[in-house]
């Protein structure tokens, strides 16, 4: 059975930072290139990054490239999204997500990974 857990969230200000971790299990997880999206209240799920099986390419939403980054550890079954300068329209719950090709556009299509994390919830106050 896949699971992805998420953890990290939280209430923090603008400007301010965080980090969140995914750790995956029941999955051959260096075989899968992973992602994370988001979803404020009202709004559909969005992409905002992606990760290829070895961590050597990555792939940012415009809106968030260049303060957010994506790493992975395959040895530990881990993906992180470290995220910087955060401003209040990054309120969102944010999931991480398992497929398994990489490139391609349809990258940001949430319907196209197989496996999702439960979510974390992520508050930016202005």
């Known amino acids: 059975q896949v699971q992805l857990v998420e953890s990290g969230g939280g209430l923090v200000q603008a400007g301010g930072s965080l980090r969140l971790s995914c750790a995956a299990s029941?999955?051959?997880?260096?075989?899968?290139?992973m992602a994370w999206f988001r979803q404020a209240p009202g709004k559909e799920r969005e992409f905002v990054a992606a990760i290829s099986w070895s961590g050597g390419a990555t792939y940012y939403a415009d809106s968030v490239k260049g303060r957010f980054t994506a790493s992975r550890d395959n040895a530990k079954n881990t993906v992180d999204l470290q995220m910087n300068s955060l401003k209040p329209e990054d309120t969102a719950v944010y999931y991480c997500?398992?497929?398994?090709?990489?490139?391609?556009?349809?990258?940001?299509?949430?319907?196209?990974?197989?496996?999702w994390g439960q979510g974390t919830q992520v508050t930016v106050s202005s």
């Open positions: 029941g999955l051959t997880f260096s075989s899968y290139a």
């Open positions: 997500a398992a497929r398994r090709q990489y490139a391609g556009t349809s990258a940001l299509a949430p319907t196209t990974y197989d496996f």
